[in-house]
């Protein structure tokens, strides 16, 4: 058990459809951040929060909008996707974002969202 | 444009025999690397982190080295076992940045 938990495991939506995917880390930690995974490909960074404040927006399209309440809690609101977007979506927090030399940054991962675009 | 390259082909090896994974990369300055262990449909499992100025680092049956001059990373499990069958991933990181950057990975398997 990794501490950080998602919601929900497995998700099928159709394009037009809006649905938020969940994640809740239990590690005490001040960053949060959202990857993508797509099969055979390397983890695709798509958000970064540190201390509530969202420091990383790779070049995400907007049907993808992320919100982070608290340090525990980080949302992942969809609409409108695309069949691409399918993937296994990764939730993962760190003690916070490393932003001084000499700073590291292990990161815990939740178990993923299975997302099936139609 | 930074680029991380592990073997996309699957190692099979037997079980006792010691399993050697590669991380190169290119157009990069990192300074520490992480391994990170990941099942099927389970979220990476972080392993392994070494800094840019240690050449080496153990735990248990993995170690980790790091060449700068050569721009790679070998991961090694001794004494392999079955469940040591995974994909095993590894992630760059520079000083003070946020983005850590992960290699495709490589699937590994141990035949008993």
């Known amino acids: 058990e990794t501490g950080v938990t998602q919601t929900p495991r497995h998700l099928v939506m159709g394009m037009t459809n809006k649905k938020s995917l969940k994640c809740e880390q239990h590690?005490?930690?001040?960053?949060m951040y959202w990857y993508k995974q797509s099969a055979k490909k390397p983890l695709e960074l798509m958000f970064v929060?540190?201390?509530?404040?969202?420091?990383e927006n790779n070049s995400v399209p907007s049907r993808f909008s992320p919100e982070c309440p608290n340090s525990s809690h980080l949302f992942l609101h969809l609409h409108t996707l695309q069949p691409e977007d399918s993937a296994l979506y990764l939730c993962?927090?760190?003690?916070?974002?490393?932003?001084?030399?000499?700073?590291?940054?292990?990161?815990?991962f939740g178990p993923g969202t299975r997302l099936t675009v139609l | 444009s930074q680029k991380i390259e592990q073997n996309s082909e699957a190692l099979n090896i037997q079980e006792g025999k010691t399993a050697t994974l590669t991380c190169n990369y290119t157009n990069y300055s990192p300074a520490y690397l992480q391994w990170y262990r990941q099942d099927p449909g389970r979220g990476p499992v972080f392993l392994l982190l070494i800094r840019e100025n240690e050449k080496e680092k153990r735990k248990e049956r993995l170690k980790v080295t790091f060449d700068t001059t050569l721009k790679q990373s070998l991961f090694h499990i001794t004494a392999s076992q079955p469940a040591d069958s995974a994909t095993y991933l590894c992630?760059?990181?520079?000083?003070?940045?946020?983005?850590?950057?992960f290699g495709a990975g490589t699937r590994l398997f141990v035949k008993a």
């Open positions: 929060y540190n201390f509530k404040e969202q420091t």
């Open positions: 993962a927090s760190s003690q916070e974002a490393p932003q001084r030399l000499a700073s590291y940054n292990e990161q815990f």
């Open positions: 590690l005490g930690h001040n960053a």
């Open positions: 992630a760059l990181d520079r000083a003070g940045g946020f983005k850590t950057i």
